[in-house]
């Protein structure tokens, strides 16, 4: 099957891998189109990644063919990693947009509570930690409490670093957070929030995929109290 802008993204074990745009045509007996989401049950962590590089790789390949300055034809630069452009000189590289995610926590009469939301986009009925993205000359930090303020309508403190993850829907990098509630009453933003509440470590709605960082997040607030692990 013709295939364009062949990539070799690294090994798999001791395996070469490589990724490629498939020209228009039947796919070869036996494989599949298949959207990185619906491989979350079927790849192990190490191939899951590997796809998600593969995915970022080939869209930066198509959206930097031409320059953005002077739309000359870019050339691979930087043995492979980078587009130059021949004409002005400008280089690009695979774009990241870091977004950041924050869990905040209380204690309520019954033990620790959660603050989880719905967003609009998740078609199924979804709770999860807050998220955005983080905008020019800000901190994480204060992507984090903006965020909050403008989607629930509360103020944070005591934030800690949890861990990050890549996301490739088209090329994110998440920052997770975990944080304290410091005062206000729940106030959704209609635009971005269809629901948010707060929620019993022993009480939660359905979560996000196990092998999501919000997850993670989830998981990591209850088994701080010894509760349970969400089902």
């Not at 891998?17 to 599949?32: F, I, N, Q, T, V």
């Not at 593969?54 to 870019?74: D, K, M, N, P, S």
């Not at 994480?140 to 903006?146: H, I």
């Not at 989607?151 to 920052?175: D, I, K, N, T």
Request: hydrophobic residues 40%; glycine residues 10%; aromatic residues 6%.
């Amino acid at each position: 099957m013709p295939v364009e802008g062949a990539r070799c993204i690294g090994l798999l074990g001791s395996r070469p891998c490589w990724a490629a745009r498939a020209s228009d045509g039947p796919l070869p007996e036996g494989a599949a189109a298949v959207p990185i989401r619906e491989l979350f049950d079927r790849l192990d962590d190490g191939a899951l990644a590997l796809a998600g590089r593969a995915a970022q790789v080939l869209e930066f390949e198509r959206t930097r063919r031409y320059c953005g300055a002077c739309a000359e034809a870019t050339e691979l630069d930087d043995g492979g990693r980078a587009r130059r452009c021949p004409r002005c000189g400008t280089v690009y590289y695979p774009p990241l947009a870091p977004a950041m995610m924050v869990l905040i926590t209380r204690e309520g009469e019954a033990g620790r509570e959660l603050l989880l939301a719905r967003g609009r986009r998740f078609s199924a009925p979804i709770y999860s930690a807050l998220a955005g993205f983080v905008e020019p000359s800000e901190t994480l930090e204060s992507a984090v409490r903006r965020e909050v303020r403008e989607e629930v309508g509360v103020e944070v403190r005591a934030l800690r670093y949890f861990g990050s993850q890549s996301w490739p829907f088209p090329h994110s990098l998440m920052v997770a957070f975990l944080a304290e509630h410091a005062g206000g009453e729940i106030a959704c933003d209609p635009a971005e929030i269809c629901d948010a509440g707060w929620f019993r470590v022993d009480r939660l709605p359905m979560l996000p995929h196990r092998l999501s960082v919000a997850r993670r997040l989830i998981e990591h607030a209850v088994a701080e109290v010894g509760a349970p692990p969400p089902g």
